[in-house]
């Protein structure tokens, strides 16, 4: 354990998994010789692991396996809702918008690429450990857009009670409205066109309407539009 100098801050706890045994082996020794971070656990990302994590009860996990966190036990979900909140930091990943979407619809609250160095992620840790949330710079815009095209419309609140819907149809009523195809709608939202079909059907149902013009004269009927 890391000596507390007085006046000093605690060290920043974190739980390194990784799918490399050599990697876990590496990473935890350089990220123990950071200033400020304190390794409290190495696992590979397998059964169980979500109980060590808790167990070793850090501020931060570390994971270079986007997949991994969203298999099985669904890491992202059991964190975020753990008491403690722990945080999340993708390391060791592409420049990739969907798979950076994908990390930060799940709860991530770093993102950092393969090219980042141990000085760098040890910021990124004590940053996400602080509330803050890290991405890089070549990514801020494909965040921006999908913020803005997840907020195209927001219907009132009586609206929603009404018809029932979800605020991710909410969202679709719009685009459906446009004209735009299922593969549109999910190029546009960062979704497959399967997650697209499924979205409007329930969709259709909840309207009664058994195609997308009806649907839509439904909405529009019910105040959708000024």
Same mark, same amino acid.
Request: a neutral charge; glycine letters at 8%.
């Given at each position: 354990?890391?000596?507390?100098?007085? #006046?000093e801050?605690?060290?920043? $706890?974190i739980?390194l998994?990784?799918?490399?045994r050599?990697?876990?082996?590496?990473?935890?020794?350089l990220?123990?010789?950071?200033?400020?971070?304190?390794?409290v656990g @190495?696992?590979?990302?397998?059964?169980?692991v979500?109980?060590k994590?808790?167990?070793?009860?850090?501020?931060?996990?570390?994971?270079d396996?986007? $997949?991994?966190?969203l298999? /099985?036990?669904?890491?992202?979900? !059991?964190?975020k809702? %753990?008491?403690?909140?722990?945080k999340? @930091?993708?390391?060791?990943?592409d420049?990739?918008?969907?798979?950076f979407?994908?990390?930060?619809? %799940?709860?991530?609250?770093? !993102?950092?690429l393969k090219?980042? $160095?141990?000085?760098?992620?040890?910021?990124?840790?004590?940053?996400v450990?602080?509330?803050?949330s890290?991405?890089?710079? #070549?990514?801020?815009?494909?965040?921006?857009? !999908?913020? @803005?095209n $997840? /907020?195209? +419309? %927001?219907?009132?609140?009586?609206?929603?009670?009404? =018809? #029932?819907?979800?605020?991710r149809?909410?969202?679709? @009523?719009? =685009?459906?409205?446009? #004209?735009?195809?299922?593969?549109e709608?999910?190029?546009?939202?960062?979704?497959?066109?399967?997650t697209i079909?499924?979205?409007?059907?329930?969709?259709?149902?909840?309207?009664g309407?058994?195609?997308?013009?009806?649907?839509?004269? %439904? +909405?529009?009927a019910? /105040?959708?539009w000024?």
């Open positions: 354990m890391l000596a507390e100098t007085k #006046g801050q605690p060290p920043t $706890s739980f998994l990784a799918e490399n050599l990697l876990r082996e590496i990473f935890s020794r990220a123990a010789m950071q200033r400020g971070i304190q390794v @190495v696992a590979a990302i397998c059964s169980g979500a109980l994590i808790v167990a070793a009860a850090p501020e931060v996990v570390l994971c396996s986007l $997949s991994g966190m298999s /099985g036990e669904d890491l992202f979900s !059991y964190l809702h %753990h008491p403690r909140n722990i999340v @930091v993708m390391f060791g990943m420049e990739d918008p969907e798979n979407l994908t990390a930060v619809r %799940h709860g991530a609250a770093g !993102y950092l090219d980042a $160095s141990a000085a760098e992620i040890a910021s990124a840790i004590r940053a450990a602080k509330g803050e890290i991405c890089p710079t #070549g990514l801020i815009r494909c965040l921006f857009e !999908y913020i @803005v $997840s /907020g195209l +419309w %927001h219907p009132g609140v009586q609206v929603r009670t009404n =018809l #029932g819907l979800t605020r149809e909410q969202q679709l @009523v719009q =685009l459906v409205s446009e #004209g735009l195809t299922n593969k709608i999910g190029e546009r939202l960062f979704l497959s066109e399967q079909k499924n979205h409007l059907r329930h969709m259709l149902r909840k309207a309407a058994t195609n997308r013009l009806e649907a839509v004269e %439904h +909405w529009r019910q /105040g959708f000024t």
